[in-house]
C-alpha cells in the first residue's frame, strides 16, 4: 500500500494532465458529426494503454465506433482480469447550461468538470494508470486485458458482434467495471446491480396537415393533449405502470434482502435538497433506495411537436411525440417488455389519432454475485484502501453490456465504481472528484493483488 501511495503521489500531476487530454476529446458517441472525434479518443487511449506497458494494443473498427483492445499476459497459470470502460461520452446539450465548457476540463473545488468526467473516462482511465503503477513497480499480480468501447451510450450494439467474434481473445476469469458510483469516500460501497432497459419512441398523428387552432380547433383532436394523456394514464394512482403484464417478471427480493438493502444511509432531506424538490415520488410501498434499485420505472426523456419558437403561434399540429425509456429489473426481458408496451399504447390510443411505436437500443437487467472470490477481492481492497468495507449497493443505472459478458463468455462481472451519484452524469456540469479519482488509482492494485492471492 505504502509503495502505491508514494507512486500516486510522485505522479500526480502527469495522470491528472493525461485525463484533461483525454477530456478535450468530443467523443460524442450519438453525434455523427463528432465521428473523427471519437476516433482520435480511441487513438488516444491505445497510445496510453502501449505507453503504460499494453501488449497488442488494437483499434479495433466496427460497424460503428471502434473499440480498443489491449493486453498484458504475465503468466497463462494467473487469474485474468478482463478491463471493460467506454470512452464516449453524451452529448454535452444544453451548453448554456454549464458553467465552463464540456470539453476545456476545469479544476473547481478539487473537482474535475468536464463532460466524461466520471461517465466514464475518468473512469477507466484509472484502470491504466494503476496498470502503468503495477507495471512500474512490478507487482502486477494478474494477467490483464482492456477492452475500452466507444458505443456505451449508444447502446454497444456492435460490442456484443466484437465479444461474440473475440471469445478467445477476451477469456478471463472476472470482468472488472469502473463506471458506476459508491456513496461517498467516507462510505464506500460497491453496486451488485444493473437495471435494464427499453427504450422507445411514439408518435401520435392527427389531421394530416399543421391546422389554423381557430378554424379548426374545438372539432379535431389536438394530438399533444392525446399524447400527454395517453402518458399521464401509463402510471396509476400509485405510481405503478399500468401496462399490462408489465410486473410479471419482476423478482421480489425477500423481507431479509430489502431489509439489508435499507441499511444503507441515506437521508432523505440532504437529497430532496440537492435535487431542490419539495417532497419525492414514486411506487407506493417502496423506498427510494428500492425505487431506484430493485423496481422498474418509466420516464418520458423529452416530448415535442406544435410550435415552439419564439412568439405565438395558433396552431393545432398534425403530430406529436415522445421518448420513453423504461428501467428493468431481474428477470424482466428487455423485448418482452418493449413489445408489451408496444401493444398496450397502439390498444389505448383512441380513434382521432393514428400512433408508431418505435424500439430505440435496449439492455437486459443483471446482478453480481456477492459470494465470489472476484467480489471478496474488491471487498479487501476498498478496505485497505478507505479503512471501512463496502456496503452492497443496487444501482439505478444501466450498463447493457454486463448481462453479455455473462451470457458470452461466461463471466461475472464486479463493478467497482468511484463516481458518486451526484456527479451530474449526463447532465450539464458533469464532475469527477479528484480525491476519488486518485484514491480508484490506488484501490485498483490492490484488488488485482488479493484477486491473484484468493483465486
Ligand atoms: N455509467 C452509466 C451507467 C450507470 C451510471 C450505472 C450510474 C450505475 C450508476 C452508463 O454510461 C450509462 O449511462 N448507461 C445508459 C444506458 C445506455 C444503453 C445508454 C443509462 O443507464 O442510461
Ligand atoms: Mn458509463
Ligand atoms: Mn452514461
Same mark, same amino acid.
Given at each position: 500500500?505504502?509503495?502505491?501511495?508514494?507512486?500516486?503521489?510522485? +505522479?500526480?500531476?502527469? /495522470?491528472? #494532465? #493525461?485525463l484533461?487530454?483525454?477530456?478535450?476529446?468530443?467523443?460524442?458517441?450519438?453525434?455523427?458529426?463528432?465521428?473523427?472525434?471519437?476516433? +482520435?479518443?480511441?487513438?488516444?487511449?491505445?497510445?496510453?494503454?502501449?505507453?503504460?506497458?499494453g &501488449?497488442?494494443? #488494437?483499434?479495433?473498427?466496427?460497424?460503428?465506433?471502434?473499440?480498443?483492445?489491449?493486453?498484458?499476459i504475465?503468466?497463462?497459470?494467473?487469474?485474468?482480469?478482463?478491463?471493460?470502460?467506454?470512452?464516449?461520452?453524451?452529448?454535452?446539450?444544453?451548453?448554456?447550461?454549464?458553467?465552463?465548457?464540456?470539453?476545456?476540463?476545469?479544476?473547481?473545488?478539487?473537482?474535475?468538470?468536464?463532460?466524461?468526467?466520471?461517465?466514464?473516462?475518468?473512469?477507466?482511465?484509472?484502470?491504466?494508470?494503476?496498470?502503468?503503477?503495477?507495471?512500474?513497480?512490478?507487482?502486477?499480480?494478474?494477467?490483464?486485458? /482492456?477492452?475500452?468501447?466507444?458505443?456505451?451510450?449508444?447502446? @454497444?450494439?456492435?460490442?456484443?458482434?466484437?465479444?461474440?467474434? &473475440?471469445?478467445?481473445?477476451?477469456?478471463?476469469?472476472?470482468?472488472?467495471?469502473?463506471?458506476?458510483?459508491?456513496? @461517498?469516500?467516507?462510505?464506500?460501497s460497491?453496486?451488485?446491480?444493473?437495471?435494464?432497459? @427499453?427504450?422507445?419512441?411514439?408518435?401520435?398523428?392527427?389531421?394530416?396537415?399543421?391546422?389554423?387552432?381557430g378554424?379548426?380547433?374545438?372539432?379535431v383532436?389536438?394530438?399533444?393533449?392525446?399524447?400527454?394523456?395517453?402518458?399521464?394514464?401509463?402510471?396509476?394512482?400509485?405510481?405503478?405502470?399500468?401496462?399490462?403484464?408489465?410486473?410479471?417478471?419482476?423478482?421480489?427480493?425477500?423481507?431479509? *434482502?430489502?431489509?439489508?438493502?435499507?441499511?444503507?444511509?441515506? &437521508? *432523505?432531506?440532504?437529497?430532496?435538497?440537492?435535487?431542490?424538490? !419539495?417532497?419525492?415520488?414514486?411506487? $407506493?410501498?417502496?423506498?427510494?433506495i428500492?425505487?431506484?434499485?430493485?423496481?422498474?420505472?418509466?420516464?418520458?426523456?423529452?416530448?415535442?411537436?406544435?410550435?415552439?419558437? $419564439?412568439?405565438?403561434?395558433?396552431?393545432?399540429?398534425?403530430?406529436?411525440?415522445?421518448?420513453?425509456?423504461?428501467?428493468?429489473?431481474? &428477470? =424482466?426481458?428487455?423485448?418482452?417488455?418493449?413489445?408489451?408496451?408496444?401493444?398496450?399504447? *397502439?390498444?389505448?390510443?383512441?380513434?382521432?389519432?393514428?400512433?408508431?411505436?418505435?424500439?430505440?437500443?435496449?439492455? =437486459?437487467?443483471?446482478?453480481?454475485?456477492?459470494?465470489?472470490?472476484?467480489?471478496?477481492?474488491?471487498?479487501?481492497?476498498?478496505?485497505?484502501?478507505?479503512g $471501512?468495507?463496502?456496503?452492497?449497493?443496487?444501482?439505478?443505472?444501466?450498463?447493457?453490456?454486463? %448481462?453479455?459478458?455473462?451470457?458470452?463468455?461466461?463471466?461475472?462481472?464486479?463493478?467497482?465504481?468511484?463516481?458518486?451519484? %451526484?456527479? +451530474?452524469?449526463?447532465?450539464?456540469?458533469? !464532475?469527477?472528484?479528484?480525491? +476519488?479519482?486518485?484514491?480508484?488509482?490506488?484501490?485498483?492494485p490492490?484488488?488485482?493483488?488479493? /484477486?491473484?492471492?484468493?483465486?
Amino acid at each position: 500500500m505504502q509503495k502505491i501511495k508514494e507512486y500516486v503521489e510522485a +505522479n500526480q500531476q502527469r /495522470f491528472l #494532465e #493525461e485525463l484533461f487530454d483525454l477530456l478535450r476529446f468530443p467523443s460524442v458517441s450519438a453525434d455523427p458529426k463528432y465521428a473523427a472525434d471519437v476516433r +482520435n479518443a480511441a487513438e488516444y487511449v491505445a497510445q496510453k494503454l502501449r505507453d503504460a506497458g499494453g &501488449n497488442n494494443v #488494437e483499434i479495433y473498427p466496427t460497424a460503428g465506433h471502434p473499440i480498443v483492445y489491449g493486453e498484458k499476459i504475465i503468466d497463462a497459470s494467473k487469474p485474468t482480469v478482463l478491463v471493460y470502460g467506454h470512452y464516449d461520452v453524451q452529448p454535452p446539450d444544453p451548453l448554456e447550461l454549464w458553467e465552463t465548457p464540456p470539453f476545456e476540463p476545469t479544476v473547481r473545488d478539487g473537482k474535475i468538470f468536464a463532460r466524461g468526467a466520471c461517465d466514464d473516462k475518468g473512469q477507466f482511465y484509472m484502470h491504466i494508470k494503476a496498470f502503468e503503477l503495477m507495471q512500474a513497480t512490478g507487482t502486477l499480480a494478474c494477467n490483464v486485458k /482492456f477492452m475500452i468501447e466507444g458505443e456505451e451510450e449508444v447502446g @454497444s450494439d456492435n460490442l456484443g458482434t466484437f465479444v461474440k467474434a &473475440n471469445k478467445e481473445r477476451l477469456a478471463a476469469d472476472v470482468v472488472l467495471i469502473s463506471d458506476t458510483a459508491m456513496i @461517498s469516500l467516507d462510505t464506500p460501497s460497491l453496486e451488485t446491480g444493473l437495471r435494464g432497459l @427499453s427504450y422507445v419512441e411514439v408518435e401520435v398523428t392527427g389531421p394530416n396537415r399543421d391546422l389554423h387552432s381557430g378554424v379548426y380547433g374545438g372539432a379535431v383532436a389536438n394530438p399533444i393533449t392525446i399524447l400527454t394523456k395517453l402518458i399521464a394514464s401509463l402510471h396509476d394512482e400509485n405510481n405503478r405502470i399500468t401496462i399490462p403484464g408489465f410486473y410479471d417478471d419482476v423478482a421480489e427480493l425477500s423481507d431479509a *434482502e430489502r431489509k439489508a438493502l435499507n441499511e444503507a444511509p441515506f &437521508n *432523505e432531506d440532504e437529497y430532496k435538497q440537492d435535487l431542490g424538490v !419539495k417532497a419525492l415520488w414514486g411506487e $407506493k410501498g417502496y423506498t427510494t433506495i428500492e425505487r431506484t434499485g430493485i423496481r422498474p420505472t418509466l420516464e418520458v426523456n423529452g416530448i415535442w411537436g406544435g410550435y415552439i419558437g $419564439k412568439g405565438a403561434k395558433t396552431v393545432l399540429p398534425s403530430k406529436a411525440s415522445a421518448k420513453i425509456s423504461m428501467r428493468l429489473v431481474p &428477470n =424482466q426481458d428487455s423485448d418482452t417488455i418493449t413489445a408489451l408496451f408496444t401493444k398496450h399504447f *397502439e390498444r389505448i390510443a383512441p380513434d382521432y389519432v393514428s400512433v408508431k411505436v418505435t424500439p430505440h437500443h435496449g439492455g =437486459q437487467p443483471a446482478v453480481t454475485p456477492t459470494d465470489s472470490v472476484a467480489y471478496r477481492a474488491a471487498e479487501q481492497a476498498i478496505e485497505e484502501a478507505f479503512g $471501512k468495507k463496502p456496503i452492497p449497493t443496487r444501482g439505478g443505472g444501466s450498463i447493457p453490456i454486463v %448481462s453479455l459478458f455473462e451470457n458470452e463468455l461466461g463471466l461475472k462481472t464486479v463493478l467497482m465504481g468511484f463516481g458518486l451519484d %451526484s456527479d +451530474n452524469l449526463h447532465s450539464p456540469n458533469e !464532475k469527477y472528484d479528484i480525491a +476519488n479519482y486518485f484514491k480508484g488509482i490506488e484501490t485498483i492494485p490492490l484488488f488485482h493483488k488479493y /484477486f491473484a492471492e484468493l483465486s
